[in-house]
């Protein structure tokens, strides 16, 4: 365990790129995988998470649930602790400040090793990649070589999320709440972050009113949690909204070729018409008098089974209720449309 000094703190080479032995499979660590976790360690999420202090570097890994009072991984103390992280060509390094109980341990040579201990994600069949690094442990039987693994834990489920009316409704009532305190307007977001991360350090530096300290730290994380779960389930219904959209379109572009308004040559432009403004094109379209004649071809065919897309079973509704209520195409579909 090679170390460099750095006044109160020491860098040392934490993990080697590579892939690596682990009781579910392998563990790949790249570059890529190593600036995540770097990225992690310094976003305000993982400040956040860590009080504005550092990771604790364990005897084992007591912390793991997988070996909580085991010999080797019984002492919940942190004997030092891991301030900074850095990728380098050869692997990740990290800062450590050591308390006199790591110091001792190290001077005495009870322990040789580092093993991390991170969340992971699978990237392919037996195969994951860590994302964020939760603690370091001593040890003499270094995982990096295969021997039993205690660095790893499941990257956690991030759960059902909630609807996004009750995400933005507790990021706005926190961010207020916080917002006053730091007299900092609501809507001034990037002030009201800075004025709460200059806050919350100078409370993680001078802690002597660890009740409040708490419950500022709770506040950041609910925002800050509640924000990502907002941003989440808008995306999800973007994406439906965009779905939606596309199947509108394509039931208007269906109705116009039925009705003979347009020749399928001209449907990709008057989809890109369709798709900027549904509704005005859509009257434009049906204003357009028929450029192809539609019965002559089915005429006389008979009774057929049905085949017919959801789409076009849509579509064939809409036409009846146009025919008995005399509504306008766009009216129909809007009463019809699948919710």
């Known amino acids: 365990m090679n170390s460099e000094h750095n006044n109160t703190f020491e860098r040392y080479k934490l993990v080697a790129f590579g892939e690596h032995p682990h009781r579910k499979g392998r563990q790949r660590f790249d570059r890529a995988a190593a600036q995540a976790l770097v990225e992690d360690f310094y976003s305000l999420k993982g400040r956040l998470a860590r009080r504005f202090g550092g990771l604790p570097v364990y005897v084992g890994h007591p912390d793991d649930a997988e070996f909580t009072g085991r010999a080797g991984h019984d002492d919940t103390r942190a004997h030092g602790w891991v301030h900074g992280l850095e990728v380098c060509d050869d692997g990740l390094y990290m800062r450590v400040k050591w308390a006199r109980s790591g110091r001792d341990l190290l001077t005495e040579a009870h322990y040789k090793y580092l093993s991390p201990r991170w969340l992971m994600e699978p990237v392919e069949a037996d195969v994951y990649r860590p994302v964020r690094l939760l603690s370091v442990g001593l040890t003499n039987t270094p995982n990096i070589l295969g021997e039993p693994v205690a660095n790893a834990a499941p990257a956690e489920d991030p759960g059902e999320v909630a609807g996004v009316g009750q995400s933005l409704e507790l990021a706005a009532t ?166």
Request: glycine share 4%; no cysteine.
């Open 174 to 339: 926190t961010l207020a709440a916080v917002a006053e305190r730091l007299e900092v307007p609501a809507e001034d977001a990037d002030g009201l972050l800075e004025a709460l991360e200059q806050r919350l350090e100078s409370v993680a530096a001078n802690d002597t009113a660890p009740t409040d300290t708490d419950r500022w730290f709770r506040l950041a994380e609910d925002a800050h949690t509640a924000r990502e779960q907002a941003e989440r389930r808008v995306r999800e219904l973007e994406t439906a909204l965009a779905q939606q959209q596309t199947t509108h379109v394509d039931t208007l572009l269906d109705h116009a070729l039925r009705e003979g308004r347009l020749q399928p040559a001209e449907a990709a432009s008057w989809r890109e018409a369709l798709e900027a403004d549904p509704a005005a094109a859509n009257a434009q379209l049906m204003g357009r008098d028929r450029v192809l004649k539609t019965t002559a071809r089915t005429a006389g065919l008979g009774q057929r089974t049905s085949t017919q897309s959801p789409s076009r079973q849509l579509l064939e509704a809409v036409n009846s209720r146009m025919a008995e209520t005399g509504e306008d195409f766009q009216t129909a579909w809007s009463a019809l449309r699948p919710a």
